[in-house]
């Protein structure tokens, strides 16, 4: 079962290692490696193509359990995940199923470049452009984020179609590693998800005009990359917001036996936290569950009612998650609040608070307002 496969890899491999990448901001290497050995950086290409062929919610319930070992583990799969179905779904030429092949066969690591300088968070418009000259292409983008960007093996990066196309006529560009200078920008030392390692960088990259995918952004965006990353960063949310829950139960059975004859007062706060999480539970499963029966249907994932569902989906995980892992603290006391305690909750709590700034819910809420201005329900 993939859930059990990341189970295991969590529980012996990126749980101890945790406090490590979080107090060093490094790298989660070791998760990483056992990730690539296990094959799952190839989950979701196709089985004859040499991949596991795991569907979207095997994914998403795999990065639940990686996140309560290490949420920049999970972090750094998911992402690249968001990637590789953007290549099994559009990357339709031969050379770019042939790259997919390879991310199965040997265990290659992608990372994205969407956001860009004086852009930010609006990965629906881009200033860089694609330069062509006859079978090649060339690009250089300022980057204020490439998580992981000096650990991959290649970056997705969004651009222009052409330098005379308007913003919002983008393409998706294969930048191979052979071809790709990133030079950073910024350092990386923040408050939560830590090991993610998202630097700025200046990214310059050339190579065949074949690695252009062939579909315009805008569809890949719309049918792949926006479900994708809200499924599986809410699956990841949730991750977080379950081991916080697992460190409040045993906290509350830990007093309880100290005195059985009495019910601990945190047991009250306990159960309510068990109600907002099987909440937050329902939610995801449900918006997994939808997008795989959905998958190869474009009508429906181009729809404006999915648009708002995935974008509420992330609001809505993004939130539940802070209350979650603060409940959880509330339950725990000192004993969550001190790093040094087996109960500890600091690096869960930091790492939560990043949800909503990926991509920042102010923004999404707007789009949903745009788009509930002309939805017919």
């Known amino acids: 079962m993939p859930s059990q496969l990341a189970a295991h890899i969590a529980t012996t491999v990126a749980a101890p290692a945790a406090e490590s990448v979080d ?20 989950a979701l290409v196709p089985t004859e193509d040499g991949g596991l062929g795991w569907a979207i919610e095997e994914v998403a319930r795999s990065v639940t359990e990686l996140a309560k070992g290490c949420s920049s583990a999970a972090m750094v ?30 265990g290659l690591l992608l990372a994205s470049a969407t956001t860009e300088a004086g852009i930010g968070g609006n990965v629906r418009n881009s200033s860089c452009a694609v330069e062509l ?57 923040a408050l ?69 004859e ?32 959905m998958w190869h249907d474009h009508g429906q994932t181009t729809s404006i009612s999915f648009a708002i569902a995935m974008n ?11 209350d979650v892992v603060q409940r959880a603290m509330l339950i725990c006391g000192m004993a969550g609040y001190a790093n040094r305690s087996p109960f500890t909750l600091g690096r869960l709590l930091r790492d939560a608070y990043g949800a909503q700034l990926m991509v920042n819910n102010d923004r999404i809420n707007t789009n949903n307002a745009q788009l509930l201005l002309v939805s017919r329900g």
């Open 262 to 293: 009495v019910t601990p007062p945190s047991a009250m706060r306990l159960a309510e936290l068990t109600n907002v999480l099987q909440q937050f539970q329902d939610l995801v499963l449900a918006a997994q569950e939808r997008y795989t029966e």
């Open 133 to 189: 000259d006859g079978d090649r292409f060339c690009l250089t983008k300022q980057a204020p984020v490439i998580s992981y960007g000096q650990h991959a093996d290649a970056v997705l990066a969004t651009a222009r179609r052409t330098p005379s196309s308007p913003p919002n006529d983008q393409v998706l560009v294969l930048c191979r590693g052979e071809n790709l200078d990133l030079e950073p920008t910024s350092e990386w030392d």
């Open 77 to 106: 799969y998911a992402m690249h995940q968001i990637q590789v179905a953007c290549l099994v779904r559009h990357g339709t030429g031969g050379s770019l199923r042939e790259f997919t092949r390879r991310v199965a066969r040997e």
């Open 312 to 322: 509420s989906l992330k609001v809505s995980a993004s939130t539940l998650v802070v």
């Open 23 to 42: 107090q060093d901001s490094r790298f989660p290497t070791e998760a990483i490696a056992a990730i690539r050995d296990a094959g799952m950086l190839g």
């Open 192 to 260: 939560g998800f830590r090991g993610t390692c998202s630097r700025g960088f200046l990214l310059r990259a050339g190579g065949a005009v074949d690695d252009i995918l062939p579909t315009s952004y805008g569809d890949i965006s719309s049918q792949t990359m926006l479900p994708v990353s809200h499924i599986l960063w809410s699956s990841l949310w949730f991750g977080i917001a379950s081991a916080a829950a697992d460190k409040a139960r045993r906290f509350v059975q830990a007093a309880a036996r100290k005195n059985p």
